[in-house]
């Protein structure tokens, strides 16, 4: 077609062609691939949804004990059927390492110790508080890491080692049975916790594990009630005396424990049932705590 428009051209345009005899025949060719050409048919195993990668991964960073196999295994029970070498790329792109630990290191972390013996763990410790005549008390708590239970103790001005001691086994006298339930007790290395106030517990099968000095995390569950308490109640009173510090501390531990929720516990309260019925809203009836400084919400029946 070309050829035969050139020749209704001027002679002297005809002399300087527009293309080449080799481009002419290079374009025929190109038309001839684009015509006859077929998508390449693909090559190894078809590639795994994002969605199924990010399974992977998670399952290997909850779990860093599991290895390639064990993967491949739950991943079946679910539904989906991947390769161990796949899993394994999967793995190797993530940075993440084989198994027994994908982590540098070999033991569990602190919170992890915390968050897998919680249910068998007490946490004991001290807060102080300064009376209106700037007199300062002492207190001394344990809280059951499990369900959030706190319980108050002693108030003193002068906490000895023999105090501490004759608390603790008021403690395991008001736990009673439930004392063999009980693995560990977590405190800090204040001079009151003597070797007498280890044997009381150790007596009875709770291992005493003691946190790094000035480390107050390693103690997380006792420190966030010392603020909570300082927060809702404490810091919002004047206290006048150690009998008055007493009772104040006495009624916000019961509504700590049966009127408090806590976000540990799914919003309920230690004490809370957890099969709660809806109430009507005009059954629901305010009781002032701490002379109106805390606000319950209970059923009028």
Known sequence: ????????????????????????????????????????????????????????????????????????????RLGHR?????????????GLGPAPRRSPNAAPTWREFLRAQASGLLAADFFHVDTVTLKRLYVFFALE??????????????????????????LLADLGDRTSSFRYLLRDRDSRYTEAFDVVFTADGIEILKSAPQAPKMNAHAERFIRTARAECIDRL?????????????????????????????????????DVIPFPAQRIQCHDILGGLIHEYRDTA
Do not use: C
């Not at 038309?31 to 998670?58: N, V």
């Not at 369900?147 to 103790?153: C, S």
């Not at 005396?241 to 309920?268: I, K, S």
């Open 1 to 76: 077609m070309l050829a035969a428009l050139a020749r209704h051209l001027p002679f002297h345009l005809r002399r300087h062609r527009l293309v080449t005899p080799g481009t002419l025949l290079a374009w025929h060719r190109r038309l001839l691939r684009w015509k006859w050409r077929q998508k390449p048919a693909p090559t190894g195993r078809p590639p795994i949804s994002e969605e199924l990668t990010a399974l992977i991964l998670r399952l290997a960073r909850q779990n860093p004990t599991w290895g390639y196999t064990r993967i491949q295994g739950e991943l079946r």
């Open 238 to 274: 004047l206290i006048y005396n150690e009998q008055h510090l007493r009772r104040v501390l006495a009624e916000y531990a019961e509504h700590y424990d049966r009127g408090r929720p806590h976000r540990a516990l799914q919003l309920r309260a230690p004490a809370d049932d957890p």
């Open 145 to 170: 890491t499990g369900t959030r239970t706190v319980h108050i103790l002693g108030v003193t001005a002068h906490p000895t080692a023999t105090w501490a001691t004759q608390l603790a086994r008021n």
């Open 82 to 94: 991947v390769g161990a070498s796949t899993i394994r790329r999967v793995l190797r792109s993530a």
